[in-house]
């Protein structure tokens, strides 16, 4: 006992935050008023980090980390990691964070992505680090040579944790804890700072704070045979859950890992508040859905369309074999009817025809840019099947000109590998398409009377 006592005493802040981010496999420091960077590795067996790379563009590494991304999360990283997001939401948090799948050996695997400022009052560095949170993957191999020493391992480890609320020290072995850092909201919960059992503290006075609807999953995770069951074949634990914090439902993070890797009976938990970034992501995702959703008609808006469309030209420059079509409507008679019956009666009319396109591209995404005017992208089975769907719709329009009721003219383009720079280019064949269609449909209805 008197030597576990010794320990915690000798036991240093660094000590600990240098654990914590132990799973970092590569770290950059970047200054984003340049773009220069500095590349580290850290040492297992030292306190300090080598510079292993020195740059004057990160964007440069940026489209090295793109280029090896998994094909489906493509897009998430490219609207993700850009300089002016990552700066946008240091300036309301204390760090981004991103996870995503990259291709290690051939295999996607799950990576996190964490920025965080080197210093509160320096709005210019920033460090950037990578880990493998995947389950089964081995560790990233370190890098051989080493060329100039400079930041501290203890600096940027007390950087990449500067997020968290408390840390807890935990000898496994005794169960024995220590609280080492609080801030002044997790203070007000007056939780003991010490004890002689962990588990019995998070199943007590802790598992008493818990928000009810998590109490079940904290119960069955927090518990130390969960605990090592998952460290002995993961670098983490975590855990998201609620506590009840100033009389609301608040989201905190739990974070656990070994000391160190040959240390089987010592680990830290690290606790974040996490509740404004949950906040934050809601009322985004919230935002995005209503600005992506046409209001009238309920399919995706003009907003949408763009952000789709950028994304397609962002898959024609990385792939020379990318296929889809772009299906362009346009509601014939929509001014005569608002001229004559009313707005209300051209809203009804512009759902009616929405309904028909809906019923015919039922799995591609349709969007309303215009007052009268809507866009398809083809792609998977409904490309495979664009002239069978295109015969379908004319055939629908054709009966209901015939009956007086809502008539779409249609026109249908394909990408053109090697011809098409964008999506606009292959637009705007569909929307030459569809004019002379609607034109087609006019002559006809003026031929009949």
């Known amino acids: 006992m008197e030597n576990e006592v010794q320990y915690i005493h000798n036991l240093k802040y660094e000590d600990i935050t240098r654990s914590l981010a132990r799973d970092f496999f590569r770290i950059f420091c970047v200054n984003t008023n340049n773009d220069k960077f500095i590349e580290f590795i850290p040492h297992e067996q030292d306190q300090a980090l080598d510079i292993c790379m020195l740059g004057d563009d990160f964007k440069k590494i940026v489209k090295e980390f793109e280029d090896s991304t998994y094909s489906e999360d493509i897009d998430t990283v490219h609207t993700a990691f850009k300089k002016e997001n990552i700066l946008k939401v240091l300036c309301v948090d204390n760090s981004f964070s991103l996870n995503y799948r990259m291709l290690l050996d051939g295999k996607a695997t799950y ?219 346009d509601v014939n008679g929509l001014k005569q009817i608002n001229d004559t019956l009313g707005h209300k009666a051209g809203d009804k009319y512009i759902k009616e025809a929405c309904s028909i396109i809906c019923h015919v591209f039922q799995h591609s995404p349709v969007f309303r840019i215009g007052g009268d005017e809507f866009a398809v992208i083809l792609k998977g089975n409904d490309y495979e099947k664009r002239e069978e769907l295109m015969k379908s719709i004319n055939n629908v329009v054709e009966k209901n000109k015939n009956e007086g009721r809502v008539v779409v003219a249609v026109g249908l383009s394909e990408y053109i590998p090697g011809e098409d720079k964008s999506v606009s280019d292959v637009f705007e064949r569909a929307d030459a398409i569809m004019y002379k269609r609607k034109l087609e449909l006019k002559s006809a209805r003026i031929d009949s009377e």
Request: hydrophobic share 40%; with cysteine.
């Open 111 to 329: 990576v996190g992505l964490k920025a965080t400022r080197v210093k509160q009052n320096d709005s210019a560095h920033i460090l950037i680090a990578f880990s493998n949170t995947d389950a089964h993957m081995q560790r990233i191999a370190m890098y051989e040579r080493t060329m100039k020493k400079s930041l501290t391992y203890a600096g940027i480890a007390e950087a990449l944790a500067y997020d968290y609320d408390c840390i807890y020290y935990v000898n496994t072995k005794t169960n024995e804890y220590i609280e080492y850092k609080s801030s002044d909201e997790y203070k007000k919960l007056h939780l003991a700072p010490a004890g002689r059992d962990f588990f019995d503290f998070c199943t007590g006075s802790f598992f008493n704070l818990i928000y009810v609807d998590d109490k079940d999953t904290f119960l069955q995770a927090v518990n130390k045979e969960n605990f090592m069951n998952v460290l002995s074949v993961d670098r983490l634990f975590l855990l998201t859950f609620r506590i009840i914090l100033n009389g609301e439902a608040t989201y905190f993070r739990m974070k656990a890992t070994r000391m160190a890797l040959e240390d089987n009976h010592h680990i830290v938990i690290g606790l974040s508040n996490i509740d404004e970034s949950i906040k934050r992501r809601a009322h985004y995702e919230m935002m995005t859905e209503i600005a992506n959703r046409d209001s009238l008609t309920g399919v995706k808006s003009k907003h949408a369309y763009t952000e789709a469309e950028e994304h397609i030209n962002f898959d024609i420059e990385h792939e020379a074999d990318y296929v889809f079509a772009v299906a362009v409507c």
